[in-house]
């Protein structure tokens, strides 16, 4: 299996809305990443995982908030987002080499998400 | 031709023909650039990567260049075919976690590929 899977595919919510973005990997990879990317721009990070544990925020707003319950999963729960945070939401994963680097990162089909 | 302003810059080429996709890097450090690949409404995918201690490095019809004096990159496809038809970004390491390094994405090009 060497594809990261996201869930849902498409999400449209209210600015009072919870909702949950997933994404799953099973390369055996131990960091996994957040970006967001909006229409004709490049991805921008947000958030990444090391071994489960959050290793980078990039300042992101708290109505974002990253989980990863084990190394195959990583979520990102939303609540009371903006019209603004409408965007492209890619997941991604990469090795974590035995030297302790990390490989190159292999990215989801993504979430479209729209705020209304 | 390409095109550069507000608007992704757009490269158009004909089919069977030669594509050059150029990228300025910023940090004279970076260590390692990759290209990647993204159709329209899928993920970004992985082309092709270089490390700065090569100046060329060839895959299946791709060819990424560096450049570390001028801290450029470019990407060469041959022949190129409508599937090739996608927005293309360069990503250098913009820093370290713990762990390893982080990546900033360019700009990215569009190529369209004319019949």
């Known amino acids: 299996d060497t594809e990261v899977t996201q869930t849902p595919k498409h999400l449209v919510m209210g600015m009072t809305n919870k909702k949950s973005l997933k994404c799953e990997q099973h390369?055996?990879?131990?960091?996994m990443y957040w970006y967001k990317q909006k229409a004709k721009k490049p991805p921008e990070l947000m958030f990444v995982?090391?071994?489960?544990?959050?290793?980078i925020n990039e300042s992101v707003p708290s109505r974002f908030s990253p989980e990863c319950p084990n190394s195959s999963l990583l979520n990102l729960h939303l609540h009371a987002l903006q019209p603004e945070d409408s965007a492209l939401y890619l997941c991604?994963?990469?090795?974590?080499?035995?030297?302790?680097?990390?490989?190159?990162?292999?990215f989801g089909p993504g979430t479209r998400l729209t705020v209304l | 031709g390409e095109s550069v302003g507000l608007h992704l810059p757009t490269l158009s080429v004909q089919e069977g023909d030669n594509s050059i996709i150029n990228c300025a890097y910023s940090?004279?450090?970076?260590?390692?650039f990759i290209w990647y690949k993204q159709e329209s409404g899928k993920g970004p995918q992985f082309i092709i990567d270089?490390?700065?201690?090569?100046d060329k490095r060839q895959g299946q019809r791709v060819t990424v260049l560096l450049n570390k004096t001028v801290k450029h990159l470019s990407l060469q496809i041959a022949a190129t075919q409508p599937g090739d038809s996608a927005v293309y970004f360069c990503?250098?390491?913009?820093?370290?976690?713990?762990?390893?390094?982080?990546?900033?994405f360019g700009p990215g090009t569009r190529l369209s590929v004319l019949p």
């Open positions: 991604a994963s990469s090795l974590i080499t035995s030297g302790g680097r990390t490989d190159t990162q292999y």
């Open positions: 390369m055996g990879h131990r960091a």
């Open positions: 995982y090391s071994y489960e544990k959050l290793s």
């Open positions: 940090n004279s450090a970076s260590d390692y």
């Open positions: 270089i490390r700065s201690n090569m």
């Open positions: 990503a250098e390491p913009r820093g370290f976690d713990n762990y390893g390094q982080n990546f900033v």
